[in-house]
């Protein structure tokens, strides 16, 4: 009779478990980037690739390529000053330039986010009511209700785990692509050698992918969680305080930012690929809000489809109120110097957490007010399309500053790609204001 060495026999038990490890060891790695990438898709952002996908086809899918680089520099830069100072990107900005320039900066972030949640609240309320019916009023009022409360009364740790479960909603879209009828062939086209007309709409389209794609809101809610990171560990310094701690938190910076931004990209490509493929090759070329692209799926894809395109526009839409209201909160406080952090309780920060409250009441406002959502969507994405420029300048300059940044400054070919993202959304802004003022 033999027997086995000790340990022999258990030896694929702990490779498994040792796999598991492995596993959550990089899940837990993920964090402020996963999440800002995720909230790039909100119900705004998905009205924005529908309409290029089914306006263009797949002949828009080649923007994904060039945001990628260019959006993942911008939130590599953000993040690493939040890790590096121990402060958000609206303190550092604030110690460069005058005052009165950020608090003006923040006003018109503040006024976009706000707008930008009515809309995102609207879209919530509507998909809901095409999902199971009911009023969308009602469903409006209780989204937001429930993200103030969470956001308020939630501890940031806890809460911070569900936004990054809530991610997983995006798979919805990418489950899409592999429902419909998909021409694979013109997709790879469309990214890599498209066709498309040189007119004011194309142009149109390009820029709105570039404004809800780079947005200044993500800069300030990856910069200030970054510094919540900072405040939720006993061990955790700020860099410029504990440089040995740079190699570790520089790599899950990495890691993070990279995952997220291309978590974002694919769930873009995803909806642009599902609109060309259903409502572009259909002839339905105009899409007015993500729920009304839910809605004209259904004939088309099917319910299955319908659902889970629905059900990305609520999730979404539940992930993104916290980043919008939370980064101009955390852009007010620290501009102002209050105390800033979802770490404190509401008694804590009453700053604070009056901007989250104004920001989402003001946003369901909207919803009860004669003002088209759509049309206020449009002007918010001009606002911010106008309000990066500066933005993403500023943080440029700080996060090249010895003074601020100590020996981390940031590496060049990230301050390459930071400033040709700051180049290209100047060209941006300059178009959209000649394309609306042209007859």
């Not at 305080?241 to 930012?257: G, K, L, N, S, V």
């Not at 729920?291 to 992930?319: H, K, M, N, Q, Y």
């Amino acid at each position: 009779m033999t027997s086995e060495p000790i340990g022999v026999a258990d030896a694929p038990l702990r490779r498994k478990a040792g796999t598991r490890l492995r596993k959550a060891a990089l899940f837990k790695q993920l964090g402020p980037g996963l999440i800002t990438g995720a909230a790039d898709d909100d119900p705004s952002g998905i009205a924005t690739y529908s309409q290029a996908g089914a306006q263009f086809g797949f002949n828009m899918l080649w923007t994904m390529a060039l945001t990628y680089p260019l959006m993942t520099a911008v939130q590599l830069v953000s993040a690493q000053i939040g890790r590096v100072t121990g402060c958000g990107l609206a303190k550092n900005i604030g110690d460069l330039f005058p005052k009165p320039l950020v608090l003006g900066l923040v006003g018109l972030l503040f006024i976009a986010n706000t707008i930008n949640i009515g809309a995102n609240l609207a879209a919530m309320g509507a998909a809901t009511e095409l999902a199971v019916g009911g009023p969308s009023h009602l469903y409006t009022v209780f989204f937001a209700l429930a993200s103030l409360i969470l956001q308020m009364f939630v501890p940031y740790e806890q809460y911070a785990r569900y936004l990054k479960w809530l991610t997983l909603v995006l798979l919805s879209y990418v489950a899409v692509v592999f429902i419909v009828k998909m021409d694979w062939a013109a997709a790879v086209k469309g990214m890599v050698a498209p066709t498309f007309p040189l007119t004011a709409d194309s142009f149109t389209v390009i820029i709105a992918i570039l404004g809800t794609t780079i947005s200044p809101y993500l800069l300030f809610w990856q910069s200030s969680q970054e510094v919540e990171e900072i405040d939720q560990k006993a061990e955790a310094k700020p860099l410029t305080e504990a440089p040995e701690q740079a190699h570790h938190e520089m790599r899950r910076i990495r890691f993070d930012t990279f995952l997220g931004m291309a978590v974002s990209n694919v769930v873009a490509i995803a909806i642009m690929m599902s609109a060309a493929a259903t409502l572009h090759a259909q002839g339905k070329t105009e899409v007015g809000s993500a729920a009304e692209a839910a809605e004209a799926l259904r004939p088309i894809a099917g319910d299955f489809a319908f659902v889970l395109f629905s059900l990305g526009v609520i999730g979404t839409g539940l992930l993104s109120l916290p980043v919008l209201a939370g980064s101009a909160a955390y852009a007010f406080g620290e501009s102002q110097d209050w105390k800033c952090g979802l770490e404190n309780k509401p008694w804590e920060a009453v700053g604070f957490y009056s901007v989250i409250s104004a920001a989402i009441v003001l946003g369901l406002g909207i919803e009860f007010s004669p003002i088209d959502p759509i049309r206020a969507l449009f002007w918010s994405a001009v606002i911010n399309g106008f309000v990066a420029v500066p933005i993403m300048a500023a943080m440029m300059w700080v996060a090249s500053q010895r003074s601020q940044m100590g020996r981390f400054t940031v590496t060049l070919p990230v301050l390459v790609f930071g400033w040709a993202a700051t180049a290209i959304m100047t060209v941006a802004a300059i178009a959209m204001l000649v394309l609306n003022r042209s007859p």
